[in-house]
């Protein structure tokens, strides 16, 4: 190992290094998951089973992540609602009683 080598392995990640590795695995994901689809599309194709035809573009799509997201932040909220109300619940029963 060169010592060149050894310095670039030990030195930190700038945030710039680490920004470019996310938005490359972030394309590289979108690339992947765009294959996919295409994949489960011909598939759908060839075993008769296609869902009814979606002209719609591609950007108005609703893509299956992006609801399961909204759906469990929507869950999360309703957690922390719950769980801020539970809270306020035992402060006043504490409040109350004398121990």
């Known amino acids: ?13 700038t945030r710039a290094d680490y920004r470019r590795e996310q938005e ?35 950007e108005q799509r609703v893509n299956p992540t992006e609801s399961k997201q909204k759906r469990l932040g929507h869950r999360l909220n309703w957690a922390i609602f719950w769980l801020s109300v539970l809270i306020i619940i035992v402060y006043v029963i504490l409040f109350f009683v004398e121990i």
């Not at 190992?1 to 990640?13: I, Q």
């Not at 994949?39 to 719609?56: F, I, L, M, S, W």
């Open 24 to 58: 490359q695995a972030e394309q590289e994901f979108q690339e992947r998951d765009r294959k996919r689809v295409q994949v489960e599309k011909e598939y759908a194709r060839r075993h008769g089973n296609e869902p009814a035809n979606d002209e719609r573009p591609e």
């Open 1 to 13: 190992m060169h010592s060149d080598e050894r310095e670039t392995s030990d030195r930190p990640k």
